[in-house]
């Protein structure tokens, strides 16, 4: 197995808060969280449903796309790039028109991409601090906040965009509530989402109900309501200590390796890639910049930006 750390420690490095708060077994948690809130925008919703990954592989698909945020915060900088190189070039075929406004959408589109990367952190850190070992201290907190940013040039949100604070994250789903609805195919993916059937396979149907109500616990009233996937006040009181029981079980290497292995194998072989990996080539982090001009091999965030604007 390849390393993961082959050239240096990436963007981040052993004493960063994103270490820590995206290799803790409440990440699964929190993606769940994440994967669900990302059908309140409109466009996003579109591009899921016609895409049809969900539906088609929902095992793989979000086994993949953790695996994908997991190595952008783990890995050296030339693997963290030529995800999302990746990552960026699938997206740019996610084109089509949003069915409620008429509108063109692109996934690569800055203000959809802005939506997943801030819930995506906001989501993990929330469950963190949840189901794990509670909340950051004052200095991690500021790093983690700023280290979102960092991770933002890889995706084609601008960084200037992206809240570097928890007001400023609040000020943002505040500034964005406006523009987030609950459409008939984004009720259906969340619920899909928190509660996929049993078709689709034994353990992610197993799975997604029993992460679900601990997702759910996590989340505003509004969202819950609208969505439609509100519990009662006793369910939230009771999932709490036994997803804390759970999680502390599940920060047992053995353990977390036999979960994952079943459940989500890719994201668990990354974790155990993180785990295991020797010191790099170069004990160094690098800025995203100073690794694009290094292994850089498409085009630039710009180029990715216009042909987004075009397609809307």
């Not at 948690?29 to 990954?53: C, N, W, Y």
């Not at 519990?231 to 920060?251: C, F």
């Not at 001009?293 to 630039?300: S, V």
Request: hydrophobic share 40%; aromatic share 8%; proline share 7%.
């Amino acid at each position: 197995m390849p390393s993961l750390r082959e050239h240096d420690y990436g963007f981040f490095g052993p004493d960063s808060p994103t270490w820590k708060v995206w290799s803790h077994p409440t990440a699964l948690i929190g993606f769940q969280r994440s994967v669900t809130l990302e059908h309140f925008d409109p466009f996003l919703t579109a591009a899921v449903a016609d895409m049809e990954g969900i539906y088609r592989d929902p095992h793989g698909r979000l086994d993949r796309t953790l695996a994908y945020f997991l190595t952008v915060a783990t890995a050296d900088s030339k693997t963290a790039i030529r995800v999302s190189e990746h990552l960026m070039k699938v997206h740019a075929k996610a084109t089509g028109i949003e069915p409620i406004t008429g509108k063109r959408y692109s996934a690569n589109n800055p203000a959809s991409q802005l939506w997943i990367h801030v819930t995506g952190w906001h989501s993990v850190l929330k469950c963190y601090e949840m189901y794990g070992p509670g909340k950051l201290s004052a200095e991690e907190e500021r790093r983690y906040w700023a280290e979102c940013v960092i991770a933002a040039n890889l995706q084609t949100c601008d960084p200037a965009d992206v809240p570097s604070s928890r007001e400023q994250v609040t000020e943002y789903f505040d500034r964005v509530r406006p523009t987030l609805c609950v459409s008939e195919r984004a009720y259906e993916a969340m619920h899909y989402l928190l509660h996929t059937p049993r078709s689709k396979g034994i353990l992610i149907w197993a799975a997604s109900r029993i992460i679900a109500p601990a997702t759910i616990a996590t989340l505003p009233k509004w969202m819950r309501v609208s969505g439609g996937f509100d519990q009662p006040a006793i369910v939230d009181k009771a999932v709490v200590p036994l997803t804390r029981a759970a999680v502390r079980v599940a920060t047992i290497p053995a353990v977390a390796d036999r979960v994952l292995r079943v459940i989500a194998p890719m994201t668990g072989a990354t974790l155990r890639q993180h785990r295991t990996a020797s010191p790099p080539a170069q004990a160094e982090v690098v800025s995203p910049s100073d690794a694009k001009a290094r292994y850089a091999t498409m085009g630039t965030r710009t180029d990715y930006v216009r042909a987004a604007d075009a397609a809307v």
